[in-house]
């Protein structure tokens, strides 16, 4: 029985942006499949690793579809569909419950697996929130911030992004334990809300919805937020994630009301001094040494071959004497998800966490724990 004929093109372009959900390998054969649904002129394609899922959604104007569901491999008919010729028509077909992808003289059959045997989330409970927001407005507070968020930290609420809903304000914030930061934007589709929420969302689907922003521009996002889930829609595609359960630590406590030194550097030139000293740094704590003395700050690093490296920039506003240690990793990473040209650094002393700050963004924070060296 023949389903559909897709060009090409067509059935890459709806399969890529799912495919980094399905894990290599999965004890559930059938979470390395993906749920094909044909409805009325709509083919959706679902991929799901039990925590997140994904459906991109193609409208076939010229076909209604008899309801069909159906799983096949994901990443064999993706590396099936892009290896076929661009210019010809690819035609798939059920036939004795296995998926025939056909084009010209090429053919492939697919073994299929049960549609309901398929693990689909399940929200049941309402709403707790709903907003709209333009796709570059959440592309840029989620780069903002996501460097930050802990890998496989077993504080498991570490893993992921905390967003919170306070009043007009969508608040971003993620911490490993070493660093933290902080973002906020006005969401602007809310005329006037007094309501506050928060929830954490996995690391992965932080990922994921980063992966797909990158490729819409100046489109309109739907964010729901439920009790344990959070929904995001936008034209042909969503993304559904359970959320991580836990109290994420109090990031006002951690972000310093004030400080004596204020400095101010030119990012690209503080980069890159910072990545030439930090080819001396030891292996196992990277560490390197800031030494202020009015408008100079002195960077140092050493390692445990006696080996030494030094660089002197000239600051901006500088003031004041300080002799302090961090994580050149933090801070590098940090400055290369900064897009400014200027940035801030504010010290209080040497065992006090410095705050970096973004003059092309004044809600942005960055703050990192100092090191002893």
Known sequence: MEIIKFNK?????????????????????????VLMTFRENKVSFT??????????????EDYEFKDLKLTVSARKLFEISKSLSDNKAVILSLIKDKLVVKQDQSKFSLQTLPADDFPLLNIKDEKKFKFTLKSDEIKALLDSVSFSMAIQDVRYYLNGLFLQINGMDLIAVTTDGHRLCFNKIIISSLKESSESLSCIVPRKAVIELQKILSTERDINIEICIHSNYIEISLPGKKL?????????????????????????FNKNEFLEKLSRVSILTSDKYRGVRITLD????????????QEEATEKIITEEGKGELDIGFNVTYLIE??????????GFSFNDSQSSAVISNFEDKEFKYVVMPMRL
């Open 9 to 33: 093109d067509e059935l890459t372009s709806t399969l890529q942006p799912i495919l980094s959900v399905v894990e290599r390998r999965n004890a559930l054969p059938i979470l390395l499949n």
């Open 47 to 60: 991929t799901s690793d039990i925590e997140i899922e994904m459906t991109s959604t193609l409208i076939k």
């Open 240 to 264: 559904i994630s359970k959320l991580i359960e836990g109290n994420y630590p109090d990031y006002q406590k951690v972000i310093p009301n004030d400080s004596k030194h204020k400095v101010m």
């Open 294 to 305: 009015g408008e100079t700050a002195v960077l140092q690093s050493t390692n445990s071959d």
């Open 334 to 343: 940090v400055l290369n998800n900064i897009n400014a040209e200027k940035v």
